[in-house]
Nanobody, 129 residues
Framework: QVQLVESGGGLVQAGGSLRLSCAAS????????MGWFRQAPGKEREFVAA???????????SYADSVKGRFTISRDNAKNTVYLQMNSLKPEDTAIYYC???????????????????WGQGTQVTVSS
């Protein structure tokens, strides 16, 4: 089992920044593939960013087109935490942001919901215009 706890959400004006954190416990963090997804009201949950483990010593990062150049995913294996730095925020970034993890290694894009085994409870991000 992996427990995920997100933090860092809040209300910010358009153009501002926020950093989300997701603390993981229960498994060896460096062997987890981690992702961020978001869900806006009335919309389906969508991929934001991923830091996927290659089974060795490399982590691949990937982003949704809508956040490329604005969001950065990073991880601190010593702190068992993955981050999502969000800059130049737009009102359309308003959503509940979820952290996700996969503990059993598999190859994949890690941009799909079914590729993840564990989910956090979510943290609200609201961007005002």
């Amino acid at each position: 089992q992996v427990q995920l706890v997100e933090s860092g959400g809040g209300l910010v004006q358009a153009g501002g920044s926020l950093r989300l954190s997701c603390a993981a416990s229960g498994r060896i963090f460096r062997e987890l593939s981690m992702g961020w997804f978001r869900q806006a009201p009335g919309k389906e949950r969508e991929f934001v960013a991923a830091s996927s483990w290659n089974g060795g010593s490399i982590y691949y990062v990937s982003y949704a087109d809508s956040v490329k150049g604005r969001f950065t995913i990073s991880r601190d294996n010593a702190k068992n935490t993955v981050y999502l730095q969000m800059n130049s925020l737009k009102p359309e970034d308003t959503a509940i942001y979820y952290c996700a993890a996969r503990a059993t290694y598999r190859s994949g894009t890690y941009s799909l919901i079914h590729e993840y085994e564990y989910w956090g409870q979510g943290t609200q991000v609201t961007v005002s215009s």
